[in-house]
T-cell receptor, first 112, second 115 residues
Framework: SQQGEEDPQALSIQEGENATMNCSYK?????LQWYRQNSGRGLVHLIL???NEREKHSGRLRVTLDTSKKSSSLLITASRAADTASYFC????????????WGLGTSLAVNP | EPEVTQTPSHQVTQMGQEVILRCVPI?????FYWYRQILGQKVEFLVS????????KSEIFDDQFSVERPDGSNFTLKIRSTKLEDSAMYFC?????????????FGEGSRLTVL
């Protein structure tokens, strides 16, 4: 089954605006992680939220997790042109902590 | 800051040739992974490796693929006889502990182009 589907697939905003990306998943998880990927580059870990947590902050990032809806959101506040990248959610499925399952990602463009 | 390094950054090969992608994980990490990303598609899990053995592999990781940790620092992915559909970006990752406890650290990737 497909796990970790992000929406929207693409998002274009102006610098200074907030960007919200959503992720849905299908099975129970241990944790959910958000990663960022600049074009043609590696994946950079942003934030991890455990299944017993509801909200987590890191700088301009805010992640929420709703396990009843099997969904998560990533909010980037006061966006900058340098935030332009693809953002992926990845889940660590409960009972299996040896692999992450990824979504297709949201491509975020922040226009100066 | 410690980082995962991968070589080569880009390799072009002919179909049917063997390819070895190399990774140097972060030195005190215990878990190692290979993922791949075909252009425009999802990141896909290939294999995880712990305590000198494969702990899990995906259905993609068939007999054409193998991994090795030949010494205390390198972690390699070998594709024995490449196919066109093996063209992708291959990412190595490592972690200190199991996934439920923390993040993966990824390398910059090795782009494989099979002609």
């Amino acid at each position: 089954s497909q796990q970790g589907e992000e929406d929207p697939q693409a998002l274009s905003i102006q610098e200074g605006e907030n960007a919200t990306m959503n992720c849905s998943y299908k099975t129970s998880i241990n944790n959910l992680q958000w990663y960022r990927q600049n074009s043609g580059r590696g994946l950079v870990h942003l934030i991890l939220i455990r299944s017993n947590e509801r909200e987590k902050h890191s700088g301009r990032l805010r992640v929420t997790l709703d396990t009843s809806k099997k969904s998560s959101s990533l909010l980037i506040t006061a966006s900058r042109a340098a935030d332009t990248a693809s953002y992926f959610c990845a889940t660590d499925r409960a009972g299996n902590n040896r692999k992450l399952i990824w979504g297709l990602g949201t491509s975020l463009a922040v226009n100066p | 800051e410690p980082e995962v390094t991968q070589t080569p950054s880009h390799q072009v090969t002919q179909m049917g040739q063997e390819v070895i992608l190399r990774c140097v994980p972060i030195s005190n990490h215990l878990y190692f992974y290979w993922y791949r990303q075909i252009l425009g598609q999802k990141v896909e899990f290939l294999v995880s490796f712990y305590n000198n053995e494969i702990s899990e592999k995906s259905e993609i990781f068939d007999d054409q693929f193998s991994v090795e940790r030949p010494d205390g620092s390198n972690f390699t992915l070998k594709i024995r006889s490449t196919k066109l559909e093996d063209s992708a970006m291959y990412f190595c990752a490592s972690s200190m502990g199991q996934l439920r406890t923390g993040e993966l650290f990824f390398g910059e990737g090795s782009r494989l182009t099979v002609l």
